[in-house]
């Protein structure tokens, strides 16, 4: 008998609906790259437009960290500091433009501490001679950020693309980013009201595995004699190399900024971060893997797509006065 006879009209039509929503929720759940694909970002969206982004992001990366080792530390931590604040747009980027913009870099997160604009400068200036008015400064940061984790021996990740730059900043947001001294409540409570979770938490701060902070910052402060200024190395065993060493340190109890070491002595730890760090620890391709899976996700943080937005033609100023 054709199946057209045994089942009603309706009865198929019913069949074939639900069919068609068990597909879909399977392919969104469980579709290629869908964190690409809920923030509107592919990693081929340059392919065509301006095929050699990357090789050109790389190649200015590479200079400047010859000539200044913490520039890959710097250039991560724009792009955290970045997408923390309105999401991931480049507005850390702008510069004072008064009375419409107000600057992110001078809040006491960024003031004196954040660096690397030069070098964002100098990447921006090669992508314009090469594909005017088309790569952001918010995916220049993305970018910069993988490579200069690859170059300090860390893992490689295809980087979702397709942000636009925002024509705004947000000065209370600015103020409200994860400090050295939160405690690990707070900084939970930040991380989870931008959909980040514990172990985004975790594996995002052991971007501290490399780079220098400033010993005002530091659980010891700085020693007598010495100017707030002064550098101390985040990774005292491998200061420059992007590996699970950090994760050490924190259960030596030596790590340098207190907001590291609060995911093993705070005392909500034992029930949250601590067997996370523990594991990371244990498992340096562990570290990898979660921290590319939350690098991506911090990266689809409200990010400006199709129309929205702006490409910066100068990543410190919008193109056209809002006034």
Same mark, same amino acid.
């Given at each position: 008998?054709?199946?057209?006879?045994?089942?009603?009209?309706?009865?198929?039509?019913?069949?074939?609906?639900?069919?068609?929503?068990?597909?879909?929720?399977?392919?969104?759940?469980?579709?290629?790259?869908?964190?690409?694909?809920?923030?509107?970002?592919?990693?081929?969206?340059?392919?065509?437009?301006?095929?050699?982004?990357?090789?050109?992001?790389?190649?200015?990366?590479?200079?400047?960290?010859?000539?200044?080792?913490?520039?890959?530390?710097?250039? #991560?931590?724009?792009?955290?500091?970045?997408?923390?604040?309105?999401?991931?747009?480049?507005?850390?980027?702008?510069?004072?433009?008064?009375?419409?913009?107000?600057?992110?870099?001078?809040?006491?997160? =960024?003031?004196?501490?954040?660096?690397?604009?030069?070098?964002?400068?100098?990447?921006?200036?090669?992508?314009?001679?090469?594909?005017?008015? #088309?790569?952001?400064?918010?995916?220049?940061?993305?970018?910069?950020?993988?490579?200069?984790?690859?170059?300090?021996?860390?893992?490689?990740?295809?980087?979702?693309?397709?942000?636009?730059?925002?024509?705004?900043?947000?000065?209370?947001?600015?103020? =409200?980013?994860?400090?050295?001294?939160?405690?690990?409540?707070?900084?939970?409570?930040?991380?989870?009201?931008?959909?980040?979770?514990?172990?985004?938490?975790?594996?995002?701060?052991?971007?501290?595995?490399?780079?220098?902070?400033?010993?005002?910052?530091?659980?010891?402060?700085?020693?007598?004699?010495?100017?707030?200024?002064?550098?101390?190395?985040?990774?005292?065993?491998?200061?420059?190399?992007?590996?699970?060493?950090?994760?050490?340190?924190?259960?030596?109890?030596?790590?340098?900024?207190?907001?590291?070491?609060?995911?093993?002595?705070?005392?909500?730890?034992?029930?949250?971060?601590?067997?996370?760090?523990?594991?990371?620890?244990?498992?340096?391709?562990?570290?990898?893997?979660?921290?590319?899976?939350?690098?991506?996700?911090?990266?689809?943080?409200?990010?400006?797509?199709?129309?929205?937005?702006?490409?910066?033609?100068?990543?410190?100023?919008?193109?056209?006065?809002?006034?």
């Amino acid at each position: 008998m054709a199946a057209s006879s045994r089942f009603p009209l309706a009865a198929r039509c019913s069949l074939l609906l639900t069919a068609a929503l068990v597909l879909a929720l399977s392919l969104g759940a469980h579709g290629h790259a869908g964190a690409d694909a809920g923030a509107g970002l592919s990693s081929s969206f340059y392919d065509d437009l301006c095929p050699g982004a990357g090789d050109i992001v790389r190649r200015v990366v590479q200079k400047a960290r010859v000539a200044d080792a913490r520039i890959p530390a710097s250039l #991560i931590r724009l792009h955290f500091h970045d997408c923390f604040v309105q999401g991931c747009d480049g507005s850390l980027l702008l510069d004072n433009d008064l009375p419409a913009i107000m600057t992110e870099k001078e809040v006491p997160a =960024n003031d004196r501490s954040a660096r690397g604009f030069k070098v964002v400068d100098n990447i921006k200036r090669a992508l314009e001679n090469a594909c005017p008015g #088309i790569v952001s400064c918010a995916d220049i940061l993305a970018l910069a950020s993988e490579i200069s984790v690859e170059l300090a021996g860390g893992p490689r990740w295809s980087v979702p693309l397709g942000r636009r730059d925002g024509t705004t900043t947000n000065i209370e947001s600015a103020n =409200n980013l994860p400090s050295p001294f939160d405690s690990l409540e707070t900084l939970q409570e930040k991380f989870k009201n931008l959909g980040l979770d514990d172990t985004d938490l975790v594996a995002l701060q052991g971007a501290h595995t490399f780079g220098r902070a400033q010993c005002q910052f530091t659980q010891r402060n700085c020693s007598a004699g010495q100017d707030d200024e002064t550098l101390v190395n985040l990774d005292t065993v491998t200061p420059d190399v992007f590996d699970n060493k950090y994760y050490g340190n924190l259960l030596r109890g030596r790590a340098p900024l207190p907001s590291d070491q609060v995911m093993l002595s705070d005392p909500v730890a034992a029930a949250t971060t601590a067997r996370i760090v523990r594991r990371f620890s244990g498992s340096q391709k562990d570290f990898f893997k979660n921290f590319v899976a939350s690098m991506v996700k911090m990266g689809n943080i409200s990010p400006l797509t199709e129309r929205a937005g702006e490409i910066r033609n100068n990543c410190r100023r919008v193109n056209r006065k809002p006034y």
